[in-house]
């Protein structure tokens, strides 16, 4: 008999420690640190300052993009517009503030100027994209795709206007220097991405909003039946993933030096993978903006060292999306379970 409990004891430990990995707020950055500890070996480079500044580097402006699709990931909703945004924010302003024959080349409001104009065009796609969801009732995936799919043609459309290149370039050094400057020895871009994470966590965690928020996401009849008011607040998720992802456009064109419309094509798949993998829930509802910044290490931190193993771009997409697939699937686990407590 008591060989018996003692079995059973054994193998509740086990249990236990799986429910409280799977269920814990830092499994992601458990699983990072494990698996940098595995890849270590096969490329010591990996732990050298020079790859750990490129790491930092390329997380930055991903966390913003990634921050702003976690609000509208916790009210059920999903953008892919996203990257249309970066593209069509990043021509916008360099139009403004270009020295080959800018709106504004050459005043003292040319950078200013630039970035409100990438900031509202981030805003309007945002405005849109919520208008449709929330007051023409249509499904977030096929909003946010045909968006994507007009502006990222608008985008090269408004470049071709501009200039008889691919892109716009002479921008101005006061400019340049965000994506690629510091202050205090601290790269700009990373104060940029603090004051926005630290500003979306204590939206989320600390106001009326970031409530109706989860609230919208658990379940938008009982929100509504509660008095929150579901349209305004699902059309805010939209308006602050726009914003998120103008102010990433306005890194990533500091740190290319140039305006163009195929900026952040590729990074779709990062953007979201990174969200669900640091374990905001596909399903609304659940999500904080610490997740992300643990989802958007993990990705990073897998693409790199893959790049550096010397895969084919094929294999790192196949195996990234093997990753979020994963992901996806534990969130379901999470989800069965949490609904069995």
Same mark, same amino acid.
């Given at each position: 008999m008591s060989g018996l409990l003692m079995a059973g004891t054994r193998s509740a430990g086990p249990r236990r420690l799986l429910r409280h990995l799977l269920f814990s707020e830092y499994l992601v950055l458990y699983l990072s640190v494990a698996y940098f500890a595995a890849v270590v070996p096969f490329v010591p480079q990996m732990a050298s300052a020079e790859v750990m500044r490129n790491i930092l580097s390329d997380m930055l402006p991903l966390l913003v993009v990634a921050i702003g699709q976690t609000f509208v990931l916790i009210v059920a909703g999903i953008d892919?517009?996203?990257?249309?945004?970066? &593209?069509? #924010? /990043?021509? &916008?302003? #360099? /139009?403004v503030m270009t020295g080959d024959g800018g709106y504004l080349a050459g005043s003292a409001l040319a950078v200013p100027g630039a970035m409100l104009a990438m900031v509202a065009v981030?805003?309007?796609i945002g405005a849109f994209n919520g208008f449709c969801v929330t007051r023409l009732g249509m499904p977030p995936f096929i909003v946010t795709l045909t968006t994507m799919m007009f502006f990222s043609g608008a985008a090269i459309w408004f470049t071709t206007f501009h200039t008889e290149t691919s892109s716009i370039a002479n921008l101005p050094h006061?400019?340049?220097?965000?994506?690629?400057?510091?202050?205090?020895g601290v790269p700009n871009a990373l104060w940029v991405v603090a004051a926005v994470g630290i500003a979306a966590h204590l939206v989320l965690a600390r106001t009326a909003l970031g409530r109706r928020l989860y609230a919208c996401g658990q379940n938008r009849n009982?929100?509504?039946?509660?008095?929150?008011?579901v349209a305004r607040v699902v059309a805010a998720a939209f308006l602050i993933s726009g914003a998120c992802a103008a102010v990433a456009s306005i890194l990533y064109t500091g740190r290319l030096q140039t305006g163009t419309p195929i900026l952040g094509q590729t990074i779709l798949l990062d953007v979201i993978g990174a969200v669900v993998i640091g374990g905001t829930s596909l399903f609304g509802g659940k999500g904080k903006v610490l997740w992300t910044v643990f989802g958007v290490l993990f990705l990073v931190?897998?693409?790199t060292s893959l790049k550096m193993l010397g895969m084919s771009l094929f294999s790192v997409f196949a195996i990234k999306g093997a990753v979020i697939l994963l992901a996806a699937v534990i969130d379901a686990v999470r989800t069965r379970f949490a609904a069995r407590l």
């Open positions: 892919l517009s996203v990257t249309s945004i970066i &593209a069509m #924010a /990043s021509v &916008a302003g #360099a /139009s981030g805003l309007a006061g400019f340049v220097v965000l994506g690629q400057g510091n202050l205090g009982a929100a509504a039946v509660s008095g929150v008011p931190l897998l693409d």
